[in-house]
């Protein structure tokens, strides 16, 4: 009998070879010209939300006043990581700073995008999905906005920026 | 399993980045899917996949060089460790039994082929059940095609031949993924080959790129050249010293011939002179302090894994961590300073004359202290391995009482503990306080009994003859017997 996917949710594994992997494949993705590296990276995260919600989610529904809780907990859960989370309110922006990011280690000259995209679009889609299914639905949802710095492009951490929305959008 | 392969395994596990499970199997289920969306054909996007896990393998090795440089250095013994190169590749170790490997004698040939079989495969987990597993196996065709866990046994095939190249071995393993259970079979079944340097070039005569039929383009690793074999493993010979019984001879032994001992085994075994071993450690001595406690936690989990066990449940692993962290703030109060200086001292005397002099200065540098807290950080990393979570130990054990936030949400504020230490009643820090200055009092005369004990073995040991021995022996045995009660009231 295999282990099933919600039973993966309570172990870990270690991201050294696969993080190395997302970078060669990056470049497998620039050798055969493509373009939407950027876009690519999203959707892969997007499919990763999809898929793990139904395993797991940090709570039934995600506003502004639980939304950097619920954002500490995903990085943390998921991710392993700890990091910090600042608002800024006049642009409706939230920045979350991660000094140990799983998917960036070391920088990389030849690559421009670097993979917290995929974490980026992951975190957004699981606000999106969390709120989807909420009774009553919560209008507050998030965009994976940019990747601001990361240790893959030669900064000391990763800073990855989202818009939020208190209507739909 | 031998105590190298057990510490790298420990090792590996707990200084490697890890994520959550699912996480990373949905993550690597994607790089698949857009392997796929460019090549459009799926037994060439199967071969992409586990080109680029060679290449990822490829590069982490090379960065962690040194640590290979440990692991043994024939492709028999690399296979004889292939939980281990799991546990390198995926973080994650094997449940018991849950490997089976099979030797398959070939005529002719130096080593055998083997098929390893692994019942449970977390990357086909669940594979099939969601909609956007939408890589379908069902189009492969060809039956020599990989399966899903083919960008693994790249890895794998990886990380077995970088040992062997970095120990000069002139073979190469060939591991293919034979079975797979995304494609409906009942296991992940891999199949290794071993070739001399001929065979292994004439193998990959054909590169990735002839062999792809969708028109993709790859760019392949390209093999650097084969070094001889010399005869240098010190893996290998150092399994044959670090078993447990010879560790107790060492022990019964005092200090010169202790030191005498060591510089034989190393000498005889590992064909090197003591300062050429202990200069690998140079500069990483406060590292080489914390594998001490780390070891000692390991080597008392080894009894049957009681550690391991008592730690899995949650309630006694917060217990745990609650005590060592006392433990730790408790060692400076109740052991004199001098006992610790002693110690030290000790450590520098054994050095002395075995390692190279820069390494024994360095370590003269560090204080009785130093050491305490060095040992007390690997013994700390070693019971995060066995399932204390420190993260979650709060700065005392009261405020553990307090009610959990309702919501289960990790809370984001940096200040939490500040804000709610407010709120928390003062009568408890009160009590707390004073058990704090009771502890305190009470430390005076447990330090004098200390010191007793502790100049009146160094009398002992300095003026020994026979009387000490068979202690070791005798508590050895007691210990036997409490394990073998505590066993039979967990039964």
Known sequence: MNYTRKELVQSEATMNQIRNGIYHLERFMKNNGITEIRERFRRMGQNIAYTYIKFWKPIDSINKSNVKDVIATLYKNILNSSVSIDFDDTQRLIIVKDNDCPLCKYQYEDVQIAACEIIAAMVAEFVFLVNKESIPQSSFSLEALDIKESRTLGNKSCIQMYKYYEERI | ?491
């Open chain 2, 1 to 491: 399993m031998g105590a190298v392969q057990w510490l790298l395994k420990k090792i590996t596990k707990v200084f490697g980045r890890s994520t959550n499970s699912l996480f990373y199997t949905l993550l690597y289920r994607e790089i698949l899917k857009e392997i796929n969306e460019i090549t459009e054909n799926e037994e060439d996007s199967i071969l992409i996949l586990r080109e680029i896990g060679k290449k990822a393998a490829t590069e982490s090795c090379e960065r962690h060089s040194g640590v290979f440089k440990w692991m043994p250095g024939s492709p028999k013994k690399v296979l004889d460790y292939f939980e281990l190169l799991w546990v390198v590749v995926f973080g994650k170790e094997l449940a018991e039994g849950d490997l089976d490997y099979e030797e398959i004698h070939k005529e002719g040939s130096k080593y055998n082929d083997y098929i390893i079989k692994i019942k449970t495969c977390p990357i086909c987990a669940g594979y099939g059940l969601d909609d956007k597993d939408t890589f379908d196996f069902q189009k492969i065709k060809n039956v020599e095609t990989e399966g899903f866990a083919s960008g693994l046994t790249g890895m794998l095939e990886s990380v077995a031949n970088f040992i062997l190249k970095i120990k000069k071995n002139d073979y190469r393993i060939n591991i293919v993924e034979q079975k797979c259970m995304a494609k409906d079979e009942h296991c992940l079944q891999f199949v290794c080959k071993i070739y001399d340097t001929v065979e292994w070039k004439e193998l990959s005569s054909i590169g990735v790129q002839d062999r792809l039929k969708s028109g993709v383009k790859f760019e392949e690793i390209e093999e650097e050249e084969i070094i001889q074999e010399t005869k240098l493993d010190i893996i290998d010979k150092l399994q044959e010293v670090l078993s447990l019984d010879k560790i107790e001879d060492l022990l019964d032994q005092p200090l010169e011939g202790v030191k005498e001992k060591v510089a034989e085994i190393i000498q005889d075994k590992l064909n090197m002179e003591p300062a050429h071993f202990f200069d690998y450690f140079r500069n990483y001595e406060d590292d080489m302090i914390r594998i001490m406690g780390f070891l000692t936690i390991h080597l008392l989990n080894e009894y049957g894994g009681f550690v391991e066990k008592l730690l899995n449940n949650e309630t006694f692993a917060k217990i745990a961590g609650y005590f060592f962290n006392q433990l730790k703030e408790f060692t400076f109060l109740f052991i004199p300073i001098d006992v610790i200086n002693d110690y030290h001292q000790l450590l520098i005397s054994f050095l002395d004359g075995l390692a190279p002099i820069e390494m024994v200065e360095n370590i003269r540098k560090f204080s009785g202290k130093d050491d305490i807290k060095f040992i007390f950080e690997g013994a700390q990393m070693a019971l995060e391995n066995l399932g204390i979570d420190f993260s979650e130990i709060k700065e005392n054990i009261w405020e553990e009482l307090r009610k959990e936030r309702e919501n289960g949400l990790i809370s984001s504020e940096q200040s939490m503990i500040d804000k709610t230490e407010e709120k928390f009643p003062k009568f408890i820090k009160i009590i707390q306080e004073l058990l704090m200055l009771f502890s305190e009092i009470l430390t005076l005369p447990v330090r004098v009994l200390i010191s007793e004990s502790h100049y009146g073995l160094k009398t002992a040991v300095n003026s020994i003859v026979s009387e000490e021995e068979g202690l070791f022996g005798r508590i050895k045995d007691r210990v036997d017997i409490i394990f073998d009660y505590i066993q039979e009231i967990r039964r």
